[in-house]
């Protein structure tokens, strides 16, 4: 799970290790995006979806 985009999620879930990756020493920059039916009616992806909403309007 790469959180480098979103800064202030640096303490990541038990389990999950943060990975940064580097090009020649300099840290490499990356797009994220999430994509589901509109329609899907999952807990843990409408969670997913809803927090994902609210990261992005902070930018």
């Known amino acids: 799970l790469l959180l480098d985009r979103f800064k202030y999620l640096t303490d990541s879930m038990p389990g999950i290790e943060r990975k940064v990756l580097t090009n ?9 995006y999430f994509v589901s039916q509109q329609n899907q009616s999952n ?17």
């Open 43 to 59: 807990t843990y992806v409408e969670a997913f979806r809803e927090m994902f909403k609210q990261v992005l309007s902070e930018f």
């Open 24 to 32: 020649h020493g300099k840290s490499m920059e990356r797009n994220y």
